[in-house]
């Protein structure tokens, strides 16, 4: 008999993939958002509920069924790098947390699993972290001190693993009661911020995870356009000049801005010491190689139409010989290019990477890919940008599934107390291959 799971904040389904993958099977789902609960349901086969605010008053949180894990990747905006890290004082996304603690007081589930950006557990959030770490110890739960921080590069592809660098923040908390929760705090996360299985993440190569091209039956619209590539194409003669006029020594890892090749840096009392920092390290950088950019401004007199970020270049490429060589990402702070290993993290806002060997963005299912969906999962006929937020709001399934495993298998003997069943569940999963159930 399987273990059971409620899935909150579902998504499309990530912690449903990695749960089911474990053995569990889903009874309930919550979902805000109406074209992610659509896809969710289409591949799950469970339509659901909206949003869970209305389902923790406790007049209708007898509405939830009883579980043994419940499941939830609760908002990460409040507490993003990219927002701006309002933590619980986001009073709309924020304080969704406290309403996971409704459910989990009512029912009384045996395993809390969560997951968020690194950034929570970050120096800007210490109070929110140890809010959370309280709060679940004051309902019962044993949880770390320390975060358990793990992204899907770390892992094999056999468990799971995928080229993406995309390190979450984890919370798996076992029910053992308030006075062993609090007594036993210093325990250490099962799963550390490292490689396993002796996997090598530099064998990662993002190859592995596409599409052949020919199977891609629109690949014409992931091609980038003319403008996309002359933007490129310009940058990679200033790579392949720069790379001759220094001997083959690497570009510098700060961020380049041809707006800012001068003899003297425009500083003022008002510049912030960061960007004077890059600023004199652009001019320094100019000077030394002032003949050789100087003669690639020439050769690329429309460069100065460019948009303002794409005259700048984030070359974090190592001793690549060529942007085309390179994974590319467009971004508000430049074009950012690194090494064809592994990929950046989704994000749900428009940065698909752009693999340069073959001149296109990643499709949906190269994404999916990424966070662990294999090619049976459908986004039927929505546009593409919303698969990319999806998943770029997603859950790196094999990431899930590994801690998850692995946090349970250290606490095996308080699992089987409480429920002998998950106990079991997590046994069996641990001796079997890493597989995705089709509903």
């Given at each position: 008999?399987p273990?059971?799971?409620?899935?909150?904040?579902?998504?499309?389904g990530?912690?449903?993939?990695?749960?089911?993958?474990?053995?569990?099977?889903?009874?309930?789902?919550?979902?805000?958002?109406?074209?992610?609960?659509?896809?969710?349901?289409?591949?799950?086969?469970?339509?659901?509920?909206?949003?869970?605010?209305?389902f923790?008053?406790?007049?209708?949180?007898?509405?939830?069924?009883?579980?043994?894990?419940?499941?939830?990747?609760?908002?990460?905006?409040?507490f993003?790098?990219?927002g701006?890290?309002?933590?619980?004082?986001?009073?709309?996304?924020?304080?969704?947390?406290?309403?996971?603690?409704?459910?989990?007081?009512?029912?009384?589930?045996?395993v809390?699993?969560?997951?968020?950006?690194?950034?929570?557990?970050?120096?800007?959030?210490?109070?929110?972290?140890?809010?959370?770490?309280?709060?679940?110890?004051?309902?019962?739960?044993?949880?770390?001190?320390?975060?358990?921080?793990?992204?899907?590069?770390?892992?094999?592809?056999?468990?799971?693993?995928?080229?993406q660098?995309?390190?979450?923040?984890?919370?798996?908390?076992?029910?053992?009661?308030?006075e062993?929760?609090?007594?036993?705090?210093?325990?250490?996360?099962?799963?550390?911020?490292?490689?396993?299985?002796?996997?090598?993440?530099?064998?990662?190569?993002?190859?592995?995870?596409?599409?052949?091209?020919?199977?891609?039956?629109?690949?014409?619209?992931?091609?980038?356009?003319?403008?996309?590539?002359?933007?490129?194409?310009?940058?990679?003669?200033?790579?392949?000049?720069?790379?001759e006029?220094?001997?083959?020594?690497?570009?510098?890892?700060?961020?380049?801005?041809?707006?800012?090749?001068?003899?003297?840096?425009?500083?003022?009392?008002?510049?912030?010491?960061?960007?004077?920092?890059?600023?004199?390290?652009?001019?320094?950088?100019?000077?030394?190689?002032?003949?050789?950019?100087d003669?690639?401004?020439?050769?690329?007199?429309?460069?100065?139409?460019?948009?303002?970020?794409?005259?700048?270049?984030?070359?974090?490429?190592?001793?690549?010989?060529?942007?085309?060589?390179?994974?590319?990402?467009?971004?508000?702070?430049?074009?950012?290019?690194?090494?064809?290993?592994?990929?950046?993290?989704?994000?749900?806002?428009?940065?698909?990477s752009?693999?340069?060997?073959?001149?296109?963005?990643?499709?949906?299912i190269?994404?999916?890919?990424?966070?662990?969906?294999?090619?049976?999962?459908?986004?039927?006929?929505?546009?593409?940008?919303?698969?990319?937020?999806?998943?770029?709001?997603?859950?790196?399934?094999?990431?899930?599934?590994?801690?998850?495993?692995?946090?349970?298998?250290?606490?095996?003997?308080?699992?089987?107390?409480?429920?002998?069943?998950?106990?079991?569940?997590?046994?069996?999963?641990?001796?079997?291959?890493?597989?995705?159930?089709?509903?």
């Amino acid at each position: 008999m399987p273990f059971t799971f409620i899935d909150l904040f579902a998504g499309i389904g990530g912690f449903h993939a990695a749960l089911s993958a474990a053995g569990g099977r889903c009874v309930w789902a919550s979902e805000l958002d109406e074209a992610a609960s659509n896809v969710y349901s289409m591949n799950w086969g469970i339509t659901p509920a909206g949003d869970i605010r209305e389902f923790t008053d406790p007049q209708v949180t007898s509405d939830i069924p009883q579980h043994d894990v419940l499941a939830a990747g609760f908002p990460c905006q409040p507490f993003s790098k990219s927002g701006r890290q309002l933590g619980f004082r986001d009073t709309t996304r924020g304080t969704l947390f406290f309403n996971i603690c409704q459910i989990l007081e009512a029912r009384k589930p045996a395993v809390v699993f969560l997951e968020n950006v690194r950034n929570l557990a970050g120096p800007r959030q210490r109070e929110t972290w140890m809010t959370i770490v309280r709060e679940l110890r004051n309902l019962g739960y044993r949880v770390p001190d320390k975060p358990t921080i793990f992204s899907p590069h770390l892992l094999p592809p056999e468990f799971g693993g995928t080229p993406q660098v995309r390190e979450r923040v984890f919370i798996v908390g076992i029910h053992v009661g308030v006075e062993r929760a609090w007594a036993e705090a210093e325990i250490e996360p099962a799963v550390e911020n490292r490689s396993v299985m002796n996997w090598d993440p530099s064998l990662w190569q993002v190859e592995t995870i596409l599409q052949r091209d020919s199977d891609i039956p629109n690949v014409e619209e992931y091609r980038l356009p003319s403008d996309q590539q002359e933007w490129v194409n310009c940058w990679d003669d200033f790579v392949q000049s720069l790379l001759e006029t220094r001997s083959g020594t690497p570009l510098p890892g700060f961020p380049l801005w041809a707006d800012d090749f001068k003899l003297r840096p425009k500083i003022s009392s008002s510049t912030p010491p960061w960007k004077a920092d890059f600023l004199r390290k652009n001019s320094a950088f100019y000077i030394e190689h002032r003949r050789a950019i100087d003669a690639w401004k020439d050769r690329w007199p429309n460069f100065k139409n460019f948009p303002a970020s794409r005259r700048k270049l984030e070359w974090q490429a190592q001793d690549a010989g060529s942007l085309w060589d390179c994974v590319l990402q467009f971004r508000p702070s430049g074009i950012r290019a690194k090494r064809p290993t592994y990929l950046p993290a989704l994000v749900a806002i428009t940065q698909t990477s752009i693999f340069g060997p073959r001149r296109r963005r990643i499709t949906p299912i190269e994404a999916g890919r990424l966070q662990g969906l294999p090619d049976w999962f459908s986004f039927g006929n929505q546009r593409d940008t919303a698969s990319y937020k999806q998943l770029g709001n997603g859950v790196s399934i094999g990431a899930a599934y590994f801690v998850f495993r692995q946090a349970l298998l250290a606490s095996i003997k308080d699992v089987s107390t409480i429920s002998p069943k998950l106990a079991k569940a997590v046994k069996q999963s641990s001796e079997k291959p890493f597989v995705i159930k089709h509903t």
